[in-house]
DNA sequence: TTAGGTGTTTTGAC
DNA sequence: TGTCAAAACACCTA
């Protein structure tokens, strides 16, 4: 799923990728998809070419340049849903799967905006704090500090999992992040935040940290992560281990793993190491 | 008012 | 073939 790390993942790539290539057309399949009318993005993006990217939380923003009106910024504004992804190829024959979205340089290359379950979107900004203001996205989760975390939880009063997702707390959060930070900080994910002290909010912000750069340093390779993360109970199509049984039970003290419902969504926990 | 909670959207994998 | 998963947003309630 394309949180933080993904998203990372994916602007480290488009930067090696998809520079100073002029855009020559764009393909949409589905103008859902789209965030600017299509008319529009193709007339402002085709013949200039992408010159660099920032990543907030799960958005990825790129900057273009142009020969026509290079003093106007025109920002495109990716965002990748739930199971969006970026493929640079060359001949059609290699065209990814799902790549709704092309961009067809001038050179012959393309980049597929890949996203099987439309959850993906594309479109142009005017500039990055009014965007970031509009959805109310708050820090990035590398970069918030203590301080700004303790203020954004303390302002909420809800279980302490749905205050994490939320975007305005902090930015890049999704569920299983939030999961894996949750037990790697021993919070229960219903802990309500009026209950949390400031030791859990300190681990808490300690185990952001932890995850992300893990993560980011694996490539966000689910398998490669740490034995001790939660992340291998659940069950994914290519887990590293052959006994289906032996990632159900807690790393760090052999309890079994529960499973349950939080905020609507699907939430793992130690009920020995997590406790309300 | 608005924070917090719930439902909807969307499609492929199994 | 039905069920499940997910993020963001619309909508509802107190």
Known sequence: MPELPEVEIYRLYLESSSL??????IEVEDP???TTPFATLQEALKGRWFTGTERVGKNLFVF?????????????????GMTGDLEYYHSSLDRPKYARIVFHFRNGFNLGFICPRKFERIGL???IPTYLKRKKI???????????LDSQIRRKKAFIKPVLMDQSTVAGLGNWI????????????????????????KRLHDAIQLVLTIAIRHEAQYRDFPIHFLIHVREWDNS????????????????????????GRTTYYCPNDQRL
């Open 178 to 201: 939030v999961d894996e930070v949750l037990f790697q900080a021993r919070v229960h994910p219903e802990k309500r935040t009026e209950n949390l002290t400031d030791d859990d909010i």
């Open 20 to 25: 100073h290539q002029p855009v020559e057309d």
């Open 138 to 148: 708050g820090k990035d989760g590398l970069i918030i500090s203590l301080s700004e």
């Open 125 to 127: 900004i005017d500039d």
């Open 240 to 263: 590293p281990y052959d006994d289906v049984e032996a990632h159900k039970f807690c790393p760090r003290c052999g309890t079994r793993i529960a499973k349950s419902e939080v905020g």
């Open 32 to 34: 859902k998809l789209l």
């Open 64 to 80: 273009t340049d142009g020969p026509d009106h290079p003093e106007q910024p025109l920002i495109l504004h990716m965002h990748f």
